[in-house]
């Protein structure tokens, strides 16, 4: 088993397609910005996602983010259980109205100062769902969004640069 | 053919069968009074046939009408109570156990009572709309605006001694979807979970009745993310039925071939997510590395991770090219190796099967009984796949073959699950390098033509949970006057709260995870 174990992991491939050139970007970036982070906060960013009535896909590009391709930890990112251990609230869905309630709690137990991100196209603008009885967003109707993700889903790309964006503004 | 429930043997007035289509099974449609209602219900239940979904509406002229459809030898039976001014209908719950939750839907989008029902709280509708607003009744425009009140639920308490109760969500630790957990236990042991979900409830089968019917796959697709092709795929059939459109054999086999790709998806990353929540971060690691090439892949031959929109009413969005086959091939060998090596890791791991092994069981009598499908019912022994069951092309012509326990030796623990999902992804390969092997040439798309008097048409296809449906109407102006969608969650959501009982509160990340049931696609 162990050798198995040891085999696979010599044996794996690494991931060894070229950088893309958007990714080339934010990696420089990123190394500065967690240095801000770090003085700033004096510890790493801390992430409560929040599905307010997504269709799970945002949710699979946000998983994506762990991977190794992507590895969020590296940069000192991590996605906690709790929003009082939350510096950052990464917001999905079009608000569903069944959700209001329990987003509203989930800000008002984030400790300040907290930033919140808006990722997909039905958190920034309600998407297709916009006119639905059933939904009260986009999230901005509720919360201060610092930064909207475009996209359906946005890729983990894009949601790193919009993560990242969020923490710039705030290190300024 | 495992199931003995032919269509001749239900007491019908000469169903209609609505329009063939090689790629899907055969349906039929039938209006019944309340007799032959429950007549058929009582013949179903008694024999081998399912229960999959239960549906209201209302049509253009007021009249409201109760939708039930059983999965029967030869296809699907739609059978509709039309119902005039009167709200109830004869209860189903008595005979099949899904029913509960979906009858408690209709009650909350449609106003229709089932007569008897014992469980008559609220599903969906949260307290943040009034009790008398029924977005399914044409009165209402599905955009009315309401203010917040979450109301109160009445979970079902459990009393004695030491009892005490955990809360979890709808908000959850980690990235998942929303949803309530009310776990009843003592000390470690859980004596009851009862879910209430609804959480992300958008209106989507309302918003369906507002969006024009050629572009209602859009809406499909965004169901539920990981699920988005088997929604879209049924959508699209049971348009393309209702409108009479014939799809070219192509696009036919290159439905089945993204329907294969977006199982594949899910069963690597619920695997890397399985040994993660048993303590084998390695597992995560190798198979969410394995899954980003699988979507990069996606993105190249289709233009979408997800495969969003690349099935579209008519055919497909976009044709395969060459080189991309040529890709999607040697993937199919390299996950192939791949899989096969980790499966071997997974297997001798004595941690993990420990983890695994009798862990969330699901008896066979119990899965057949509470009606489950998809993969947890074969996990448990219960032979059901609508690709093996009907054969619709192209499985018919791939020879598709169900993986599962046999039934006698069924274990229906998580680590069955583990086993069947390691089974589908070298079937689902084989199934991908035989679509593009022997895929018919031509054109991908024609366009459907609108316009016809209004319709019917019905898409059910075995999406990697388990068999998806989309029955809708048509209105000649090219709009849907119903469309309800069914994830078959619905079906296995009760099947995950008989599975936990006895286990550890510790395991229910990892039993909930082998199952992975869909809120969003539930929620609607």
């Known amino acids: ?172 | 053919m495992n199931q003995r429930m032919p269509l001749d043997a239900l007491p019908l007035p000469g169903p209609a069968r609505l329009a063939d289509c090689a790629d899907a099974p055969a349906v039929f449609f039938a209006d019944v009074d309340a007799n032959a209602w429950r007549r058929i219900a009582g013949a179903v239940a008694a024999g081998a046939g399912r229960l999959v979904a239960i549906w209201g509406a209302q049509d253009d002229a007021g009249a409201l009408a109760v939708s039930a459809a059983y999965a029967l030898d030869d296809g699907l039976l739609w059978a509709r109570l039309p119902l005039g001014d009167a709200v109830g209908y004869p209860d189903l719950s008595a005979l099949f156990p899904p029913a509960v939750r979906m009858q408690r839907a209709v009650r909350d989008l449609c106003g229709l009572q089932a007569d008897g029902a014992t469980d008559v709280r609220p599903w969906l509708n949260h307290g943040n709309w009034p009790a008398d607003y029924f977005a399914l009744r044409k009165p209402a425009t599905g955009t009315e605006r309401f203010a917040s009140h979450e109301a109160d639920y009445a979970f079902t308490r459990v009393a004695g001694d030491g009892v005490h109760e955990v809360a979890v969500g709808p908000i959850h630790a980690g990235i998942i979807e929303p949803g309530h957990f009310r776990f009843s236990v003592v000390g470690e042991k859980v004596l009851r979970l009862e879910a209430r979900l609804g959480y992300a409830h958008r209106g989507v089968e309302r918003l369906f009745e507002r969006t024009p019917a050629l572009a209602g796959h859009r809406v499909a697709a965004r169901i539920a993310g990981d699920s988005s092709v088997a929604f879209a795929y049924a959508y699209c059939v049971a348009l393309e039925r209702a409108l009479g459109t014939t799809v070219p054999p192509c696009a036919q086999w290159l439905r089945a071939l993204l329907l294969e790709r977006e199982r594949v998806a899910n069963h690597l990353g619920d695997l890397g997510a399985l040994g993660n929540d048993a303590g084998f971060a390695f597992g995560l690691a190798q198979f969410s590395r394995i899954k980003e090439d699988w979507l990069r892949e996606n993105e190249r031959a289709f233009g979408h991770r997800y495969l969003f929109d690349a099935i579209a009413p008519g055919g497909i969005a976009r044709d395969l090219d060459r080189d991309c086959a040529d890709a999607m091939r040697a993937q199919c060998d390299r996950v192939g190796r791949d899989v096969r090596s980790l499966r071997r890791i997974y297997d001798d791991h004595a941690g993990l099967q420990d983890r695994f092994a009798k862990t969330g069981v699901l008896a066979p009598s119990m899965a057949a009984r509470l009606g489950v499908c998809g993969l947890a019912a074969r996990a448990s022994g219960v032979a059901m796949d609508l690709r093996t069951d009907y054969r619709p092309t192209p499985y018919r012509e791939i020879g598709a073959r169900r993986s599962g326990e046999a039934h006698g030796e069924a274990r229906g623990d998580v680590a069955a699950r583990v086993a069947l999902r390691f089974d589908e992804i070298d079937e689902s390969l084989r199934q991908i390098r035989a679509i593009l092997a022997d895929a018919p040439q031509g054109d991908v798309a024609v366009q459907p033509g609108i316009g016809r008097a209004p319709s019917r048409g019905v898409g059910w296809v075995e999406g990697w949970r388990g068999d998806v449906l989309v029955a809708l109407e048509t209105r000649a102006d090219g709009t849907l006057a119903r469309c309800h969608c069914h994830d078959p969650s619905w079906r296995n959501w009760p099947a995950l709260e008989v599975a936990i009982i006895g286990n550890i509160v510790a395991d229910f990340p990892l039993i909930n995870k082998s199952f992975n049931l869909c809120y969003a696609g539930h929620d609607l």
């Open chain 1, 1 to 172: 088993m162990t050798w198995q174990l040891l085999k696979r992991i010599a044996g794996a491939r690494a991931p060894d397609e070229p950088i893309p050139s958007a990714a080339d970007d934010w990696r420089t970036e990123a190394q500065r910005l967690h240095q801000h982070l770090l003085d700033l906060l004096g510890r790493a960013l801390n992430i409560r996602q929040i599905d307010a009535g997504s269709c799970n896909g945002c949710e699979l590009e946000i998983h994506a983010l762990d991977n190794p391709y992507y590895n969020i930890e590296g940069l000192g990112i991590r996605f906690v259980a709790s929003p009082r251990h939350a510096d950052l609230l990464l917001v999905t869905g079009p608000l569903a109205l069944n959700m209001r309630e329990a987003v509203r709690l989930a800000y008002d137990a984030t400790p300040a100062p907290k930033l919140v991100v808006a990722a997909g196209e039905c958190a920034c603008t309600g998407g297709l769902f916009t006119d639905s009885y059933a939904v009260c967003g986009p999230v901005s109707d509720l919360l201060p969004v610092d930064v909207q993700i475009p996209g359906c889903p946005p890729s983990p790309v894009e949601l790193l640069t919009g993560i990242l964006t969020a923490v710039r503004r705030t290190a300024r």
